[in-house]
């Protein structure tokens, strides 16, 4: 029996109790009832089968045993208690931030002034990561504090706050739109080059089911990998993609494409800012999370 670890909070009323020589101090420090205190000491010596303190009406004073068995035991609480210097202490002032690439390139890189001008004495760092793992990472250096992503809002273990709702939109190059051969957008949509997104998400079938507008599939379409890929050869001409804001709204407004038929489709996964469970306290992502918000919504 002796060799089985005694419960923690025995031990506790007990270290406390001897440091102390009172039940009733270590019950104010321990937030506890006296009784609870003798209680746990109590069953800490019927688990020990020997006595740790001497009782004399209100007063207590460790037995002979009782002083090596609580030395050891202050010694174990200590070691418990510097359990945290293995962590590096700087990282914690170390924000990472993973996003897709078009807003890491677009959005978060141009505007990072700002964000570090609201956490002085945090490091930044920003990755075109979006793979949840990387939250909980086993290596420290490639861990990632919060990640911008797609969802419906549902991500296991984690926790997410959700930023902003995302519409789709078809958009071109002004230059295509303007030589486009007198064809209105609806045939510029139908007939014209198209870009698309390899992935599960179609989104021209969600925008053309939404909207009532025919689109036919293209053998001919330009597919890329990722979103940033697909604006790049929407800017330059290449064909008509789909835009989805407000992240391409930046785009819009410095006239790098422009929208071919405003009918915005409403998306049926929003953007999140997505963090581990054990991170909710961490005040910096507090303030990611506004600044993002800001971002979004006063566009």
Not at 7 to 24: H, N, T
Not at 160 to 172: F, N
Not at 183 to 199: E, F, K, N, S, Y
Request: aromatic share 8%; hydrophobic share 45%.
């Amino acid at each position: 029996m002796t060799n089985r670890l005694p419960p923690l909070v025995w031990l506790k009323a007990f270290e406390a109790a001897g440091r102390l020589q009172s039940f009733r101090a270590a019950a104010d420090e321990l937030h506890v009832t006296p009784s609870a205190v003798s209680h746990h000491v109590r069953s800490l010596e019927r688990r020990l089968g020997r006595p740790l303190f001497e009782r004399a009406g209100n007063s207590v004073r460790l037995t002979r045993e009782g002083q090596l068995y609580a030395a050891r035991i202050s010694e174990g609480f200590a070691h418990l208690s510097s359990a945290a210097e293995v962590f590096d202490v700087p990282a914690a002032r170390r924000l990472t931030i993973g996003a897709f690439p078009f807003l890491v390139s677009e959005i978060l890189v141009p505007n990072l002034g700002e964000l570090r001008a609201r956490l002085p004495g945090v490091a930044l760092a920003v990755v075109s990561e979006t793979d949840l793992g990387l939250l909980t990472h086993a290596d420290p250096a490639q861990r990632v504090d919060a990640i911008v992503r797609y969802g419906d809002g549902r991500f296991p273990a984690c926790t997410a706050r959700k930023l902003t709702d995302v519409e789709l939109v078809p958009v071109a190059s002004p230059e295509l739109l303007g030589t486009a051969d007198g064809r209105d957008a609806r045939r510029l949509l139908a007939h014209g080059p198209r870009v698309t997104i390899d992935g599960p998400f179609d989104g021209w079938s969600v925008w053309a089911n939404a909207t009532g507008i025919a689109i036919s599939p293209r053998s001919d379409a330009l597919a890329f990998d990722s979103y940033l890929s697909a604006m790049r050869a929407v800017e330059q001409g290449l064909g008509v993609g789909l835009g989805i804001r407000p992240f391409i709204d930046p785009w819009l407004a410095q006239g790098r494409v422009a929208i071919v038929l405003d009918e915005a489709v409403t998306a049926d996964q929003a953007s999140y800012l997505v963090t581990a469970q054990y991170a909710g306290a961490r005040p910096e992502l507090d303030v990611l999370a506004d600044w993002l918000l800001a971002r979004f919504v006063d566009r």
